[in-house]
Each structure stands twice: as structure tokens, then as C-alpha cells.
């Protein structure tokens, strides 16, 4: 458990392959991630851009700011849990780099 804005948090990182460009789309789209159904669904999702390899993880104890340190996607629209896998659709990014999984 990690205190984070005033409360206890768990986290997970998840590594997020950059996306490819599909014929009819037009930003790259990001392979769907295998995630289980036996896992929690996360409160919330953040993209961590600032790290792009995937041999360096960010530190669970990263204080998270909306377009400072990472961008806090939005369920619905910018990802989703379906059939045991995790889709990834950003706005603001196509992949190649850590997301930060939050669970209240």
C-alpha cells in the first residue's frame, strides 16, 4: 500500500507494446494486453511516458500529477477490461511506454 493524495493505494505497473498503424485508422493501435478475470479491475490508469523502456520500471512510490508526471486515462474511452484483456486507446499516447495500475 502506497499513500498517494491523501489515501492508501496498491499498484501494479504494466508494460504497454507500442502500437501499430492499421489500414483505415488513423493513430497506431496497442496490441490488447492478456489481464485475467480473476484480477481487479483498477480504479484508475495512468500512462507514464517518461518511461519508454521497458528494462526500467518506474517506482511504485512515483507521486502521480495529471500532465506532469503521467496522464490519468480515461475508462471508457482511453481503455477497457473485455473478455480478460486490457485495451489500451489513448488519446495522448500510442504505446511504447509503463502504465501504472491503481486499485483503491
Known sequence: MIKQRGYMVNRELLWMP???????IHVKVCPPVPYGKERQRPSRLWS???????DIKPPLTLE???QESGFLEDEGH????????????????????WLMLEFD
Open 48 to 54: 507514464l511516458h517518461t518511461f519508454c523502456c521497458p
Open 78 to 97: 482511453d481503455w477497457s477490461i473485455r473478455q480478460e484483456y486490457l485495451f489500451y486507446r489513448s488519446r495522448v499516447s500510442d504505446g511504447g511506454h
Open 64 to 66: 502521480l500529477k495529471h
Open 18 to 24: 507500442e502500437g501499430v498503424k492499421r489500414e483505415g
